[in-house]
């Protein structure tokens, strides 16, 4: 297995529009690297890149310390994990794995040893005989695994894989294919637009938008310090709650107010930050749903309650969805919606009246203008 490197590549497909301005991006040797964002932000036109099924407009990719942007997909070894397994329905699981090399003219002795390492390696060797067609889409997936195995490459590519299967099978391979990847220790680019399947797999995410990174992380990184508006906002289901403010920097103590009657003391840690912006520099507030208190009764807007979070807001519930561990509760406040994440029960109902509890220390702090989060800003 090797490490990949792209350096600065660009592509463009008409010669006017940039599909990728400029991506500089590693896979180290050995780790499953997930390439994410919304449908159009170039995940694809990426992986193609690097398996040398586009070509790239400018820039360079390496393989370890070898140049291959001029080289074909076949010169490549490059295999690849479609979503819809492309294999030969007639033929057995055996045989589909086995495919790459006996087309290549390979020993029978050699293909015999390969396939049956990775049929015991996939958990097929029961039904290595049977016919793919036959076997559920899970099982039709790790057939394609080992087909993309079976020649030993460089690196292994994803592409969306467990798109096509029902929620249990896509559970159960998720697991598998983490598995074989931190045993075989793949180099691994997986492509998804799914941030469960990429925060469940990969070592690291590229999170991308419009064809620009923006942020390479590992999972937790990338949930707890996100370097953005845009990554914040896309990881987290539901949504992070994002609210407006200003910062009001004359006080003793830097406060941030989100509307008139409702303002409260910044976290110590983006102080500096505050400052250098100045007074009334225009934020957004980041707070996980998760990170809202769910309180039944009502208080006073913007009073804390003495052991409790430090921002009491009354509001109106909008809407409550039950969960099963976890109820998900939607609230009009005075200083707009806020979805909380709270243990379930919440015995509540659209039209109730409630207290939301916020503690600022948990928020994220974005500029509204630049919409990076401060915390990650240099000074
Ligand atoms: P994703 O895989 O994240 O959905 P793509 O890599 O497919 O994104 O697309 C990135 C951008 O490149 C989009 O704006 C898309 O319209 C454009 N694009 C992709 N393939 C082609 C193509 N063959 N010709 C022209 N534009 C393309």
Redesign the pocket.
């Known amino acids: 297995m090797k490490e990949v490197r792209l350096e600065n590549v660009t592509?463009s497909?008409?010669g006017v529009?940039l599909?990728?301005p400029g991506i500089s991006l590693v896979c180290v040797r050995g780790e499953m690297l997930a390439l994410l964002?919304?449908?159009?932000?170039?995940?694809?036109?990426?992986?193609?890149m690097i398996a040398g099924i586009e070509s790239i407009s400018d820039g360079a990719i390496f393989f370890d310390d070898t140049d291959v942007s001029d080289l074909d997909t076949a010169s490549r070894n490059v295999a690849m994990v479609f979503e819809d397994y492309a294999l030969y329905p007639h033929l057995t699981v055996f045989d589909n794995i086995a495919f790459p090399l006996s087309i290549r003219g390979k020993p029978k002795a050699e293909i015999s040893e390969r396939v049956e390492r990775l049929l015991k390696l996939l958990g097929l060797r029961d039904i290595s005989g049977e016919k793919v067609q036959q076997l559920s889409g899970g099982a039709q997936q790790r057939v394609s695994i080992g087909r993309a195995l079976v020649r030993e490459p460089d690196l292994i590519m994803f592409d969306e894989p467990l798109s096509h299967l029902d929620s249990d099978q896509k559970v159960q391979l998720r697991t598998e294919i983490k598995r074989l990847q931190q045993t075989s220790k793949l180099t691994s680019v997986l492509?998804t637009?799914d941030q469960n399947e990429a925060i469940s797999m990969a070592d690291r995410i590229a999170v991308?938008d419009k064809?620009v990174l923006q942020q390479v992380d590992t999972p937790s990184a990338i949930y707890n310090q996100p370097a953005n508006i845009f990554v914040a906002s896309f990881i987290g289901e539901p949504p992070m709650n994002m609210l407006e403010g200003t910062y009001a920097g004359a006080e003793s103590q830097p406060r941030i107010r989100f509307a008139a009657q409702c303002d409260f003391t910044a976290a110590e840690q983006v102080w500096s930050q505050l400052d250098q912006r100045g007074d009334g520099a225009a934020l957004v507030i980041g707070i996980r749903p998760e990170d809202v208190q769910v309180n039944p009764a009502q208080a006073t807007p913007g009073r804390a309650a003495p052991g409790r979070a430090t921002l009491l807001l009354s509001g109106r519930v909008y809407a409550h969805e039950p969960g099963g561990d976890s109820d998900v509760v939607t609230v009009d406040t005075p200083i707009g919606r806020i979805v909380a994440e709270a243990p379930a029960p919440l015995l509540l109902a659209a039209g109730d009246s409630v207290e939301l509890g916020l503690e600022p220390t948990h928020f994220h702090y974005f500029c509204k203008v630049t919409g990076r989060n401060l915390l990650l800003e240099t000074a």
Do not use: E, F, Q, R
């Not at 964002?37 to 193609?48: A, F, I, Q, V, W």
């Open positions: 592509k497909y008409d529009s599909a990728i964002g919304p449908s159009g932000c170039g995940k694809s036109t990426t992986l193609k492509v637009h991308m064809g």
